[in-house]
């Protein structure tokens, strides 16, 4: 007695070309990516869950640029040209996403980004670094002032308890489970097949082709493997010492006469927040346990919920007591120099992984990457 039909060994189980392991962003725009510079390429994404469980769903929907005390801190890490290279692939990763989806379909809102500080040092101190950092950006965005001192709005765009503050107009908000499904339909309106609910446990490999191991009694085929499993690597890939980083998110009930409208860093972005509506939706604070938030388990804690919680009541104008509706968390990857990583781990598999929390605008240039180094 066979396991699978003849008609399901010439369709959902039949060999690939490329089989993508994980159903997120990265996955989803490497299979668009290949299928746009080659459309007869047969490709199979496959996701252990119903739908995408990691980071792409379960974000904070922020089209992410860059804040300047990240950018500043990130340059310090890895030195100014990394630093740039970085930055324009985020700005054109954004300019990409507007390629492929409407800005409608996804609700794309232009809102620009806060940064608001404190203890920062002088008004001087900060407008040089502002100035400093627009003359780099300056090539890649075309706009003079890519960041301006914006510390006069504090009050008037609802917040308190700040010193100073940063605007960047490039900035916007998306909706992530739209963005994701709305991806996820052009992907499979170019013939990608999409197996939900198969996880991956590891690989046979000849100098040809990969056999992948399954929870299934039935392995999946193919000449050339790419894996886009974001923070859960480490079981598939321990070489590559991804960590798995847990970032936790609140939203409020609806607010009435919400002033704080935008997208909105503190802390080189270890806090983030924005408006949805006239709702607060809040992430971070993962700095302040590291140790325990470094993990693939999406049960959240409930000291984060509280300082995210009492961050709003410091920091936040609001007319009324805040009372928060719901909260999740989603499980990013961190390669250890902040870089994200494009990698051949071997002749046919190649890795794809570790946004380090800025994936919306990456995912659609690292894709790139992936097809030229796989040589499509
Ligand atoms: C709370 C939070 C807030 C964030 N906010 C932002 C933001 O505002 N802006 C921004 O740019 N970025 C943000 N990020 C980061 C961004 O979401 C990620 O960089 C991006 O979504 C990564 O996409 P991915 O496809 O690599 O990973 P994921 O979306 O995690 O996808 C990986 C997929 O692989 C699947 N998988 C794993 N192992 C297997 C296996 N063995 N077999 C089969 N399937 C498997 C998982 O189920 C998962 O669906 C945030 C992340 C979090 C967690």
């Given at each position: 007695?066979?396991l699978?039909?003849?008609?399901e060994?010439?369709?959902?189980?039949?060999?690939?070309?490329?089989?993508?392991?994980?159903?997120?962003l990265?996955?989803?725009?490497t299979?668009?990516?290949?299928?746009?510079?080659?459309?007869?390429?047969?490709?199979?994404?496959?996701?252990?869950h119903?739908s995408?469980?990691?980071?792409?769903?379960r974000?904070?929907?922020?089209?992410?640029?860059?804040s300047?005390?990240?950018?500043?801190?990130?340059?310090?890490?890895?030195g100014t040209?990394?630093?740039?290279?970085?930055?324009?692939?985020?700005?054109?990763?954004?300019q990409?996403?507007?390629?492929?989806?409407?800005?409608?379909?996804?609700d794309?809102?232009?809102?620009?980004?806060?940064?608001?500080?404190?203890?920062?040092?002088?008004?001087?101190?900060?407008n040089?670094?502002?100035?400093?950092?627009?003359?780099l950006?300056l090539?890649?965005?075309?706009?003079?002032?890519?960041?301006?001192?914006?510390?006069?709005?504090?009050?008037a765009?609802?917040?308190?308890?700040?010193?100073?503050?940063?605007?960047?107009?490039?900035?916007?908000?998306?909706?992530?489970?739209?963005?994701?499904?709305?991806?996820?339909?052009?992907?499979l309106?170019?013939?990608?097949?999409?197996?939900?609910?198969?996880?991956?446990?590891?690989?046979?490999?000849?100098?040809?082709?990969?056999?992948?191991?399954?929870?299934?009694?039935?392995?999946?085929?193919?000449n050339?493997?790419?894996?886009?499993t974001?923070?859960?690597?480490e079981?598939?890939v321990?070489?590559?010492?991804?960590?798995?980083?847990?970032?936790?998110?609140?939203l409020?009930?609806?607010?009435?006469?919400?002033?704080?409208?935008?997208?909105?860093?503190?802390?080189?972005g270890?806090?983030?927040?924005?408006?949805?509506?006239?709702?607060?939706?809040?992430?971070g604070?993962?700095?302040?346990?590291?140790?325990?938030?470094?993990?693939t388990?999406f049960?959240?804690?409930?000291?984060?919920?509280?300082?995210l919680?009492?961050f709003?009541?410091?920091?936040?104008i609001?007319n009324?007591?805040?009372?928060?509706?719901?909260?999740?968390?989603?499980?990013m990857?961190?390669?250890?120099?902040?870089?994200?990583l494009?990698?051949?781990?071997?002749?046919n598999?190649?890795?794809?992984?570790?946004?380090?929390?800025?994936?919306?605008?990456?995912?659609?240039?690292?894709?790139?990457?992936?097809?030229?180094?796989?040589?499509?």
């Amino acid at each position: 007695m066979g396991l699978l039909s003849f008609w399901e060994k010439e369709t959902y189980y039949a060999d690939n070309d490329i089989v993508i392991i994980g159903g997120g962003l990265m996955g989803i725009w490497t299979a668009i990516e290949l299928k746009e510079r080659n459309p007869s390429l047969k490709i199979t994404i496959v996701e252990r869950h119903i739908s995408p469980l990691g980071a792409s769903t379960r974000n904070a929907g922020f089209a992410c640029f860059g804040s300047l005390t990240e950018l500043l801190s990130d340059e310090a890490k890895m030195g100014t040209d990394a630093m740039l290279h970085i930055a324009g692939m985020r700005y054109k990763g954004i300019q990409k996403i507007k390629q492929f989806v409407t800005e409608q379909s996804i609700d794309f809102d232009p809102c620009g980004g806060y940064e608001p500080l404190v203890n920062y040092g002088s008004s001087d101190v900060l407008n040089d670094k502002i100035q400093y950092l627009n003359q780099l950006l300056l090539p890649l965005t075309g706009v003079d002032q890519t960041f301006s001192n914006a510390t006069n709005r504090i009050a008037a765009i609802g917040l308190k308890n700040f010193d100073q503050l940063v605007y960047n107009p490039l900035e916007a908000g998306i909706h992530s489970g739209k963005l994701v499904n709305g991806l996820t339909s052009i992907a499979l309106h170019k013939g990608v097949r999409l197996l939900n609910g198969i996880n991956i446990e590891g690989w046979t490999e000849n100098n040809h082709s990969v056999e992948l191991i399954t929870n299934q009694p039935f392995q999946l085929k193919a000449n050339k493997v790419v894996i886009c499993t974001n923070g859960f690597t480490e079981s598939l890939v321990p070489e590559l010492k991804i960590e798995p980083a847990r970032g936790q998110i609140i939203l409020t009930k609806p607010i009435s006469n919400l002033i704080t409208k935008g997208t909105f860093h503190f802390d080189e972005g270890f806090y983030y927040w924005r408006n949805v509506g006239n709702r607060i939706l809040l992430g971070g604070a993962r700095n302040s346990d590291f140790d325990n938030e470094r993990t693939t388990n999406f049960d959240g804690s409930n000291r984060i919920e509280n300082i995210l919680t009492e961050f709003i009541n410091t920091h936040v104008i609001l007319n009324e007591p805040v009372e928060i509706e719901q909260s999740w968390s989603g499980i990013m990857g961190f390669t250890t120099d902040k870089l994200p990583l494009c990698k051949s781990i071997s002749t046919n598999i190649v890795a794809a992984i570790a946004c380090n929390g800025m994936g919306v605008a990456l995912t659609p240039i690292i894709a790139e990457k992936v097809a030229t180094t796989l040589a499509i």
